[in-house]
């Protein structure tokens, strides 16, 4: 069975030597190996995929016991679990269908959630559970609350707001911590908040973008995952930029879910650190 540890503490020498050693005496192989150190704060990080059969629990307590305080993460690196968040537009949602109808990421969508119908149709084609909450006469913590309760019904991984245009309360951020993953329509920090494109093109710029990043209570400014741009010229009108970018947009959310669904990705306070 292949499994993989992420590991962040403190660094010094012979950590790699001490975290091998435990894991050949439990029997697992090194497949791949990865290792970062941050010399401004002093900290190691080190992805590890290895194969072979041990109890995690017992590997994961030698481990600590060898480099004492530590954060560790163990994934079976089965598919995780999503359920997408969306508004009305369709090109992320479609996307991910699309990729998960086939198994191009390393996913399973369990049930799309909208505050509006619009995506219901598109979303059943795919068999996948739609559930309509809407914001109509209620404020957004009763809606978030209707979204929590609907949410009871699956056990997800991670929350995918695939072009979800509500701003969510630090409360239900918080409930779900580095497990929410949004896409958004500028190259950040540039442009945030509503009508990005429409600020690009009154500024004139020469490239746009989208990043994917996880929620935090900052708006638009939690740790990055995948950025990506392309250039354009003064010719674009703000409806030419809008739908250039919906391109830019679901790729780059591809390739964000990508690094995250196959454990890649370090949030070390409000930046990633990445093994690609």
């Given at each position: 069975m292949n499994f993989t540890f992420k590991i962040t503490c403190t660094d010094e020498k012979g950590l790699v030597y001490r975290i091998s050693e435990v894991l050949l005496e439990n029997g697992l192989n090194i497949i791949k190996n990865d290792e970062f150190v941050d010399s401004e704060k002093s900290l190691f990080f080190m992805r590890t995929e290895v194969a072979g059969i041990a109890d995690p629990n017992k590997v994961i307590a030698q481990l600590k016991d060898q480099i004492g305080n530590c954060e560790i993460e163990l994934s079976s690196n089965k598919p995780k679990d999503v359920v997408v968040f969306v508004t009305k537009e369709h090109h992320c949602l479609s996307d991910l269908l699309i990729r998960n109808q086939f198994r191009d990421l390393n996913f399973n969508i369990l049930a799309v959630i909208g505050n509006y119908e619009n995506l219901r149709e598109l979303t059943e084609k795919f068999d996948i559970p739609f559930h309509y909450?809407?914001?109509?006469?209620?404020?957004?913590?009763?809606?978030?609350?209707?979204?929590?309760?609907?949410?009871?019904?699956?056990?997800?991984?991670?929350?995918?707001?695939?072009?979800?245009?509500?701003?969510?309360?630090?409360?239900?951020?918080?409930?779900?911590?580095?497990?929410?993953?949004?896409?958004?329509?500028?190259?950040?920090?540039?442009?945030?908040?509503?009508?990005?494109?429409?600020?690009?093109?009154?500024?004139?710029?020469?490239?746009?973008?989208?990043?994917?990043?996880?929620?935090?209570?900052?708006?638009?400014?939690?740790?990055?995952?995948?950025?990506?741009?392309?250039?354009?010229?003064?010719?674009?009108?703000?409806?030419?930029?809008?739908?250039?970018?919906?391109?830019?947009?679901?790729?780059?959310?591809?390739?964000?879910?990508?690094?995250?669904?196959?454990?890649?990705?370090?949030?070390?306070?409000?930046?990633?650190?990445?093994?690609?």
């Open positions: 909450v809407s914001t109509q006469n209620i404020t957004r913590g009763e809606h978030e609350n209707l979204i929590k309760e609907t949410l009871k019904n699956y056990e997800f991984d991670y929350l995918v707001l695939a072009k979800f245009m509500r701003i969510l309360s630090s409360d239900f951020v918080a409930n779900f911590k580095g497990k929410i993953i949004n896409i958004h329509h500028s190259f950040l920090p540039a442009f945030i908040g509503a009508n990005p494109y429409k600020q690009a093109f009154e500024r004139g710029v020469k490239i746009i973008g989208a990043t994917a990043h996880f929620v935090t209570n900052d708006l638009d400014e939690g740790p990055i995952i995948y950025q990506d741009i392309i250039k354009v010229t003064h010719s674009k009108t703000a409806k030419d930029l809008a739908k250039l970018g919906r391109d830019v947009e679901k790729n780059v959310l591809a390739n964000a879910l990508k690094l995250v669904f196959e454990d890649k990705v370090f949030i070390d306070g409000n930046k990633t650190i990445i093994f690609e």
